[in-house]
């Protein structure tokens, strides 16, 4: 699922971005260890940086565990609240919300066997695919709560659809950081 820029071509994605957020689960056990070092190893030579961006304890994991696998890993997912660690997406919304540079994310258990079509690469937001969603549903996980603005034109669509996260990013920072950081807001709240 891809969303251009109108008819400018895009400069390829060069950042591949994973995080890990270890409140909602702990450090990644000795079976998602050796999912995520093959990931790493099969998508990183798609592109040129590779970054983890997690926490603290994520940190020490991937110093022992994936020790050179990451040209950068940031902890700042330690300024995520533990509270919050029922919703385990958000250390990757925290991941995207801080993005400075076009970039794909890719979950740790995910593969890139091949690269991804140039499509995707000059995007202005790609993802995963997309899947069908019951505005209803969405409107009472909200509750009282307002749809963000973003949202409400999508609700209203015939068949609405939602993009699934295990690989999403693009071009379009503006954009994909306005609905990471609305997804984080609605957490708050």
Known sequence: EC???????SPMIETLVYSWWSAPRGVPDADLTVLARLSVLASQRHFKRTLLITDTPGAAWATRKLSGLFDHVSTTLDSLPATFARIWALGKLAAAAQMDAPFVHLDLDAFL???LPARMLEAAVCAERPAPIEAGDVRALLGRMS???PWRAALKAPSPRQLCGGLFGGHNLRTIRAWARASLRLAER
């Open 3 to 9: 969303r251009r820029f109108s008819n400018v071509i």
């Open 113 to 115: 066997w091949s690269p």
């Open 147 to 149: 749809v963000p603005r």
